[in-house]
């Protein structure tokens, strides 16, 4: 997890401040829960400082980005969304529905570990996404080929 003094420090190297605005959408990206789209930056950074901007929300993303402190991820809804480098992002999406189905850490760390020792490897961050059916969408599938003719 990235954190205040960190990225004050990483936008000071790069020539850039940690201004009001920029501080506010740190906040909102420090929070240990969720994934949020441009629009939840700014609605839940608009809390924080009533000033911020569109248009500021989605330069200080890119700017991120570019750091490489945060990066863009797509859950079932389509909608892109951003979270810390560091977090790891495990979800099984239903190519139906779009509904997503967060995957427990312990396995998913545990296959990381794996890997990194059969490819002497240094992970840094990762990323897993499994696209199916979920179950109400498989019996959905089911019920509709048993009454087409």
Known sequence: MFHL?????????????????????????????????????????RQIYPPLGRATVYRTLDLLTELGVIRPILLGDN???????????????????????????EEVEQFAALLAHLFPFRIQSHLLELYGLCENCQQDQREGEKYSF
């Open 5 to 45: 003094i960190d990225l004050t420090q990483k936008l000071s190297d790069e020539g850039f401040r940690l201004t009001a605005a920029r501080r506010a959408i740190v906040q909102v990206l420090e929070q240990e829960e969720g994934y949020f789209s441009p629009e939840e930056i700014l609605s839940l950074g």
């Open 79 to 105: 909608c892109q969304r951003y979270i810390p480098i560091e977090r790891g992002h495990h979800h099984l999406l239903c190519n139906q529905c779009g509904h997503t189905f967060e995957l427990a850490g």
